[in-house]
């Protein structure tokens, strides 16, 4: 059975850094990209950050400049370093795991999540 689990600090005060990890197992195939996803309350849930075949990294355009992500030293895991961060920054944060998959594939078989880790960031 496939499983991610985020871990890390999730308390800061603004313009502070947190790192979040994100540790997948049960896994046969190596995920094609993981990523990072937030939802905030009273939001719908976002991509944050993805990485592709482990090294093609892509962000959205409110954390551009801040977040990193990146590869762990196992196969798959990932890594958000988070700088400069924000009190709007505040969220769940949700790790995913993907595969790319034929048309007509169920979701359930092509994408998995963790739980999510709360991150809370103070004016």
């Known amino acids: 059975q496939v499983q991610l689990v985020e871990s890390g600090v999730g308390l800061v005060e603004a313009g502070g850094s947190l790192i979040l990890s994100c540790a997948g197992s049960?896994?046969?195939?190596?995920?094609?990209?993981m990523a990072w996803f937030r939802q905030a309350p009273g939001k719908q849930r976002e991509l944050v950050a993805n990485l592709a075949n482990g090294y093609n990294a892509k962000y959205s355009e409110s954390v551009k400049g801040r977040f990193t992500i990146s590869r762990g030293d196992a196969q798959n895991t990932v890594i958000l370093q988070m700088n400069s961060l924000k009190p709007e920054d505040t969220a769940l944060y949700y790790c995913?795991?993907?595969?790319?998959?034929?048309?007509?594939?169920?979701?359930?078989?092509?994408?998995?999540w963790g739980r999510g880790i709360q991150v809370t960031v103070s004016s």
């Open positions: 995913n795991g993907a595969y790319i998959c034929d048309r007509g594939t169920p979701d359930s078989n092509c994408n998995f």
């Open positions: 049960g896994i046969t195939d190596n995920f094609d990209a």
